[in-house]
């Protein structure tokens, strides 16, 4: 059997269990996005790795090495945020084929500084490999979190509200606009210019949300948090799995921006379809029981700007996972996810 | 200009400028090989990342993969064990071909495990991605240190010894064995088998220092450590313009095994070249003041079991490095290190 066989998620977990196990000073381990580790401080450490393959994540082609770097970095920030957590170290290993020009790491070790700027981080170190193979970025990024603080995909019970922050399907809208577009999409009068490079920038520069997650994790009110990387569908997916309960989502409350809207219309698909399933947009999607849930929004909004919107409601495992179409109708939610770049013409 | 004329180091440094700068907590930062991170704790964090590159330092079809994700930790687990440390948790990213069979992964994650628990490190996290390119495993591993004893390539002076664990060469050696020999090597009885079999495992598994590492380190007597990956020529010119210091070392102090100087006749060439350039031998080389380094050298010897040999005298920058042939000529000390895996016929 090839891993080409078995699906990502089941490789992963068939080599989790192989190294997996119990450790004093392991909080939370192998399985997770962000290991938990007890380092003797006041605070926990946080550890999170994460690759970029071309040809899987992205295409040189297709990105800029500056936005690049800053994306490599940011999934990973995100990855933090979404625990509660505040970045502050990173590990950068870089595989490069002999033709890459040394302007091209430059600028992409420019775009990383830039992120690692914004986001307070330090890089520490790293490793160049040559390669015979595609360009890939490996980022190892620690952070920190005050074990009072710190959230995860369980912990969620039913009649929690699910919350989002910011708008989904932005960086899905971005990738169909971006790789092999259909007519409809394919001329540059398709879109206005403000709402076509407002998709690309959210698809190749995504800023996570890393102020949102602080806010939320130090309010005490939420019970569970991820960072919407792979779809709505699949990380609110992993939420369930985690802990134990089922999920009712309302197609028309996913907060969907106008440019998703125009290129759904475009594409003759349900904007939700691209806001469910799109992947990459990096918000984040936390849960809050249901006397909490608005203040909890309300707080986030009015301390970082930025818009939260309840998107469903945690049901009991039994009651499965469930979408509310537009029309009324009930439909199991299936984790359909944008996984990687290069795959999703 | 591509990053295949400016050399790994080149490139390093062009990159580590572009990240670099001064951060609060960061102790050691970017151009180690390990970074000293302070995390609050009484102890100081290491973090270091290394990539094995299918093609590149390893070839799929000489090495089984369960030797493989042992010897991809033990690169790692040998920078933390040159700082005096003791490593504590990984984290492991693997980028993988469709086509690799799901025991292949399976093996290797054994290897990694094995590796581990030898080490006293528990793996905490990781990322598997699907590459179209070659099987890439890299390795973030994370240490402690106490303050006191941390050692660097820095503080080494004038008039230190310069001392080795074990013996140097045989990584080399066993290289020329398994790739491509020449008809000397080739045939099955040219070497009796264990030391054959004792050469192939010190390039194939090689066992980091750890113990070793750490009795220098809280031994309090040594100045400066690292380990050797590249070749003692190269590594001990690391140490040299870290410290800022020169360096000479005699070819006939190198420790060196039967096995080793067998191959060397069968290659015609002096046992001390294979010592001096070859690399991934990772066994320690480190500097004490003279009146200490004997007393240390037993130390080490006398809690571990390994010998300790005295090679060389530290020398002040302006003499340069230096080495002493057998024949008492002294000659520049050139860094010719086995870097890659591949590249060394």
């Given at each position: 059997m090839k891993v080409g066989d078995?699906?990502?998620?089941?490789?992963?977990?068939?080599?989790?269990?192989?190294?997996?196990?119990?450790?004093?000073?392991?909080v939370v381990g192998i399985g997770d996005d962000v290991a938990v580790l007890d380092v003797g401080g006041p605070e926990w450490l946080l550890a999170t790795v994460d690759a970029q393959v071309e040809g899987v994540h992205f295409l040189r082609q297709l990105i800029a090495p500056r936005q690049l770097g800053r994306r490599a970095l940011a999934v990973n920030v995100s990855d933090i945020a979404a625990a509660g957590g505040r970045p502050t170290f990173a590990l950068v290993s870089l595989s490069l084929p002999n033709?890459?020009?040394?302007?091209?790491?430059?600028?992409?070790?420019?775009?990383?500084?830039?992120?690692?700027d914004r986001?307070?981080?330090?890089?520490?170190?790293?490793?160049v490999a040559r390669s015979p193979g595609p360009v890939?970025?490996?980022?190892?990024?620690?952070?920190?979190?005050?074990?009072?603080?710190?959230l995860r995909r369980t912990g969620t019970r039913p009649g929690d509200v699910v919350l989002v922050t910011g708008t989904l399907g932005d960086a899905a809208a971005g990738l169909r606009l971006l790789l092999d577009?259909?007519?409809?999409?394919?001329?540059?009068?398709?879109?206005?210019?403000?709402?076509?490079?407002a998709l690309l920038k959210r698809l190749l520069?995504?800023?996570?949300?890393?102020?949102?997650?602080?806010?939320?994790?130090?309010?005490?009110?939420?019970?569970?948090?991820?960072?919407?990387?792979?779809?709505?569908?699949?990380?609110?997916g992993h939420i369930c799995a985690a802990s134990h309960v089922g999920v009712r989502l309302w197609a028309e409350r996913l907060p969907?921006?106008?440019?998703?809207?125009?290129?759904?219309?475009?594409?003759?698909?349900?904007?939700?379809?691209?806001?469910?399933?799109?992947?990459?947009?990096?918000?984040?999607?936390?849960?809050?029981?249901?006397?909490?849930?608005?203040?909890?929004?309300?707080?986030?909004t009015a301390e970082t700007g930025t818009q939260v919107t309840p998107v469903g409601e945690v049901l009991p495992a039994g009651a499965g996972r469930r979408l509310v179409t537009p029309d009324g109708q009930e439909v199991p939610l299936e984790p359909r996810g944008w996984q990687h770049f290069a795959q999703n013409p």
């Open positions: 078995v699906g990502e998620f089941g490789l992963i977990a068939r080599l989790a269990r192989l190294v997996g196990g119990e450790h004093p000073d392991v033709d890459v020009e040394v302007q091209w790491a430059e600028a992409l070790y420019r775009g990383l500084r830039a992120e690692a986001a307070g981080v330090a890089v520490v170190g790293g490793n890939l970025i490996d980022i190892t990024l620690l952070g920190r979190v005050r074990p009072e603080h710190l577009p259909p007519p409809a999409l394919a001329s540059p009068q398709a879109l206005p210019p403000v709402e076509r490079d520069t995504p800023t996570p949300r890393l102020a949102e997650g602080q806010v939320v994790a130090r309010s005490g009110m939420a019970t569970a948090m991820i960072d919407i990387s792979d779809g709505l569908s699949s990380d609110v969907i921006s106008e440019g998703t809207r125009h290129v759904a219309r475009l594409l003759e698909v349900p904007p939700w379809e691209l806001a469910l399933a799109g992947g990459e947009d990096y918000e984040l999607c936390f849960t809050a029981p249901r006397e909490a849930a608005e203040a909890l929004a309300a707080r986030v």
